[in-house]
């Protein structure tokens, strides 16, 4: 799986074009530069004061909890069908292992930049700090820098991109993903009694925890309402796990053609469902289009870790699911579905069961 993020084919940005350099240097006149500029935020509604839409939560003691288990198994069910977004509390992670983690993320992102620069992502790489899917000079490019590792299975860990400071980063960013695998093979086994699956059924999609994690620094922007701090996407893998950082919100959520926003609670995880799981699930589970909105006072700041499919399997519906009706999609070995995805997000295509990288039958 990392042999193939490794052959993406993307340019390289200069020093003066890492947007939290960018910030500082325009927070005089706040005159965004056009690489930046993204009219198309405007084109679209944003709903906010909505009564209700706070993302579900689910309860991870209550899933483990035999009186409780039921209901919120169904309950998460429920939110994985409608919603594809929840939030996840009591699960587990020590809340001291979570403020360490926030602690080191903000502390790397305050180094120097030549600090930061010694774990640049090379030409034509996707680990470590700096952009990803930049492929021209002309191309938008969002408001956001990050730091992209892989983190499981260890041994293919790339540790030249692994920052040495602060130096308590790399042991919580070790003991912080362990706890993510754990939390993430807890959540399949509950979505395999939801989806009255087996449970190896599922899981052996994922065996050996592949797993990445994209640490985000959205720069603050005076001229926030034209800048992006993620363009609208939809993830590969099968979760993702969101950990905010610091309390400045900018999550939002795509659902009949609006914008919504995510309030985040404190402590909680904020998770969703990959297009690798709308795909096990026949589209059952839906993965849903979001994007990351920029404040015009403050940084925001979060930790993003997604559960990839195991390298040598086939992606495709579950065949206890299909009992009831045909196949909406194909099934594709892992490498040939990470190009495809790969590929889509490249040319700038939402990689959605719109595209062709889903391989749909209708």
């Known amino acids: ?32 530069p056009e690489r930046y500029v993204r009219p198309e935020i405007k084109a679209e509604a944003v709903i906010v004061d909505v009564e209700g839409y706070d993302l579900p939560v689910i309860d991870m003691s209550r899933l483990l909890n035999p009186e409780f288990s039921e209901e919120e198994t169904a309950k998460l069910g429920s939110v994985c069908e409608h919603w594809g ?21 903000t502390e790397f992102f305050s180094l120097p930049l030549e600090e930061k620069l010694t774990v640049a992502i090379p030409r034509n790489g996707v680990h470590g700090y700096g952009h990803h899917f930049v492929f021209s000079k002309e191309q938008k490019v969002d408001w956001a820098d990050l730091l992209f590792l892989a983190t499981r299975p260890v041994e293919e860990r790339n540790l030249a991109f692994w920052p040495t400071k602060p130096t308590t980063f790399r042991d919580t960013l070790d003991k912080y993903s362990l706890e ?47 800048v992006l701090g993620l363009s609208p996407h939809t993830d590969g893998g099968g979760m993702t796990f969101l950990l905010h950082v610091n309390d400045v919100e900018g999550l939002q959520i795509k659902n009949d053609g609006k914008w919504f926003p995510v309030q985040s609670m404190p402590g909680a995880l904020v998770v969703n469902i990959g297009d690798t799981l709308e795909i096990l699930t026949n589209g059952r589970y839906k993965s849903i289009e979001h994007r990351a909105v920029i404040n015009p006072d403050k940084e925001r700041i979060t930790i993003a870790a997604f559960d990839m499919a195991n390298h040598l399997c086939m992606i495709g519906p579950l065949q206890e699911l299909l009992k009831a009706g045909e196949a909406r999609y194909k099934a594709i070995d892992t490498v040939e579905f990470t190009k495809g995805y790969l590929s889509a997000k490249l040319e700038g295509r939402r990689c959605d069961t719109d595209t062709m990288f889903l391989l749909l039958f209708a």
């Open 85 to 105: 977004f929840f939030q996840l509390v009591n699960h587990g992670l020590d809340d001291g292992l979570l403020q360490q983690m926030k602690a080191d993320i």
């Open 180 to 226: 993510l695998t754990k939390v993430s093979s807890q959540l399949l086994k509950f979505m395999a009694n939801n989806l009255e699956v087996d449970h190896e059924s599922l899981l052996d999609t994922f065996k050996g925890h592949s797993q990445f994690v994209r640490i985000n620094y959205y720069p603050p922007c005076r001229k926030s309402d034209t």
């Open 1 to 32: 799986m990392a042999d193939t993020f490794d052959k993406i084919e993307v340019e390289f940005i200069d020093q003066d074009e890492i947007v939290q350099v960018v910030a500082d240097t325009i927070r005089d006149t706040g005159e965004v």
